[in-house]
């Protein structure tokens, strides 16, 4: 498919804005470095390779990852943490960035679009920014793979899902999805899947390797089940209203929300092939949102790509009105940033906002189609990827 344009969105106005970002971030972690969750990798990461456990099995908190993700963090363990903080971000806040650059080539105007992309994404990025988590590069690696699969590059849309794999085990929401959509990825995702599972094995003993992947798998299962309401998911939002579901009715909720996700991304990628992926990255982070049971309040930057990426398709198309709704609701997943904003909003406020927009994404799979635009069910426009076959 020819690009209907060839217009870089990186321009020296976007670049400056995410520059001033990072120098923005580096001057809070100078002064507050205490607030950043990166010690945890850090600590992990030489507890790796001095052979030491890297979980805590008495508490639903800690280290939470893959033995993996405590050999990705090592080049900035190495550092002093002044420098490991500001190098960790930077290559964060860079796969978030380029990430967008690539949405915005699916819009109008792509320098424009970038730059309003990323002004409605970075406040719902600030609280991860600021504490160092691992949900602002699985933004990016997300919106990454899926658009890489999509393009039929197989390997790199793997090395993408795998990658988040390493972040967060929770990413396995979209490297399923992925690999349920696009049939072509699965023989790549399940090699690298194998060659992710013997990684540690190069740099550990047998036994020791054995013994972290099954404490890992407790940690998992432990946090899992966390017994405190403190997060963001949808028992957050029931909570908020008087309904408090036992166990079981949550995890069925989770359950029967699995099958419905997959087959309205089903729907989506086959009426808008073009953009599918942007759809299903919508979808995957929707669903992570609502029903994984430690979705924390800055975990919502996962989602507010692909809200401001249909706010701007809506936009384009001339409705204000559901453009102006759903830039509402990319600003309010932010809103765990907003000081005593957050205290009003807590826990029930971004799940509420990401239950509308599954429900926006799902009314525009299902609608009928327009007589006159027979191949989408959002037409934004006429821009690609500059790298989409369709």
Not at 16 to 22: T, V
Not at 162 to 176: D, N
Not at 190 to 201: F, K, M, S, Y
């Given at each position: 498919?020819?690009?209907?344009?060839?217009?870089?969105?990186?321009?020296?106005?976007?670049?400056?804005?995410?520059?001033?970002y990072l120098?923005?971030?580096?001057?809070?972690?100078?002064?507050?470095?205490?607030?950043?969750?990166?010690?945890?990798?850090?600590?992990?990461?030489?507890?790796?390779?001095?052979?030491?456990?890297?979980?805590?099995?008495?508490?639903?908190?800690?280290?939470?990852?893959?033995?993996?993700?405590?050999?990705l963090?090592?080049?900035f363990?190495?550092?002093?943490?002044v420098?490991?903080?500001?190098?960790?971000?930077?290559?964060?806040?860079?796969i978030?960035?380029?990430?967008?650059?690539?949405?915005?080539?699916?819009?109008?105007?792509?320098?424009?679009?970038?730059?309003?992309?990323?002004?409605?994404?970075?406040?719902?990025?600030?609280?991860?920014?600021?504490?160092?988590?691992?949900?602002l590069?699985l933004?990016?690696?997300?919106?990454?793979?899926?658009?890489?699969?999509?393009?039929?590059?197989?390997?790199?849309?793997?090395?993408?899902?795998l990658?988040?794999?390493?972040?967060?085990?929770?990413?396995?929401?979209?490297?399923?999805?992925?690999?349920?959509?696009?049939?072509?990825?699965?023989?790549?995702?399940?090699?690298?899947?194998l060659?992710?599972?013997?990684?540690?094995?190069?740099?550990?003993?047998?036994?020791?390797?054995?013994?972290?992947?099954?404490?890992?798998?407790?940690?998992?299962?432990?946090?899992?089940?966390?017994?405190?309401?403190?997060?963001?998911?949808?028992?957050?939002?029931?909570?908020?209203?008087?309904?408090?579901?036992?166990?079981?009715?949550?995890?069925?909720?989770?359950?029967?929300?699995?099958?419905?996700?997959?087959?309205?991304?089903?729907?989506?990628?086959?009426?808008?092939?073009?953009?599918?992926?942007?759809?299903?990255?919508?979808?995957?982070?929707?669903?992570?949102?609502?029903?994984?049971?430690?979705?924390?309040?800055?975990?919502?930057?996962?989602?507010?790509?692909?809200?401001?990426?249909f706010?701007?398709?809506?936009?384009?198309?001339?409705?204000?009105?559901?453009?102006?709704?759903?830039?509402?609701?990319?600003?309010?997943?932010?809103?765990?940033?907003?000081?005593?904003?957050?205290?009003?909003?807590?826990?029930?406020?971004q799940?509420?906002?990401?239950?509308?927009?599954?429900?926006?994404?799902?009314?525009?799979?299902?609608?009928?189609?327009?007589?006159?635009?027979?191949?989408?069910?959002?037409?934004?426009?006429?821009?690609?990827?500059?790298?989409?076959?369709g």
């Amino acid at each position: 498919m020819k690009p209907s344009s060839r217009e870089n969105p990186l321009t020296r106005a976007g670049l400056l804005l995410w520059l001033g970002y990072l120098v923005l971030l580096s001057l809070v972690v100078a002064h507050a470095p205490e607030h950043a969750v990166t010690p945890t990798y850090a600590e992990a990461s030489r507890s790796w390779w001095e052979h030491r456990n890297l979980y805590n099995l008495q508490s639903v908190h800690g280290f939470l990852y893959l033995p993996q993700s405590a050999i990705l963090y090592t080049p900035f363990a190495l550092l002093p943490p002044v420098p490991r903080e500001i190098l960790w971000r930077a290559v964060n806040l860079a796969i978030v960035a380029s990430a967008l650059a690539r949405l915005a080539r699916f819009l109008p105007r792509p320098t424009r679009s970038f730059i309003l992309l990323s002004l409605l994404t970075i406040p719902a990025s600030l609280a991860s920014a600021r504490n160092g988590q691992t949900n602002l590069p699985l933004a990016g690696a997300m919106i990454h793979g899926f658009l890489e699969a999509s393009n039929a590059r197989e390997n790199r849309a793997a090395a993408w899902f795998l990658l988040g794999l390493a972040y967060k085990p929770v990413s396995i929401v979209p490297y399923l999805l992925a690999g349920a959509l696009y049939p072509r990825l699965r023989r790549s995702l399940i090699l690298g899947t194998l060659l992710l599972l013997a990684l540690p094995w190069l740099f550990g003993s047998a036994g020791f390797v054995f013994d972290q992947y099954q404490q890992f798998w407790q940690k998992f299962l432990l946090s899992g089940q966390p017994d405190e309401p403190i997060f963001s998911d949808l028992s957050g939002l029931l909570n908020a209203v008087g309904i408090s579901l036992p166990s079981a009715w949550l995890f069925a909720c989770r359950a029967l929300a699995a099958p419905l996700t997959l087959l309205l991304g089903r729907v989506a990628l086959r009426r808008d092939p073009t953009r599918g992926a942007l759809w299903l990255d919508g979808f995957a982070a929707a669903y992570l949102m609502l029903f994984n049971p430690r979705t924390e309040a800055n975990s919502y930057i996962l989602l507010a790509p692909a809200t401001a990426f249909f706010a701007l398709g809506e936009l384009s198309l001339g409705q204000r009105a559901s453009a102006a709704c759903l830039m509402g609701i990319t600003l309010g997943l932010g809103s765990s940033s907003y000081g005593p904003i957050h205290g009003w909003t807590h826990l029930w406020f971004q799940p509420l906002l990401a239950l509308l927009f599954f429900g926006y994404l799902a009314f525009r799979c299902l609608r009928p189609m327009p007589a006159a635009d027979p191949a989408t069910p959002s037409s934004f426009g006429t821009r690609r990827d500059e790298e989409s076959v369709g």
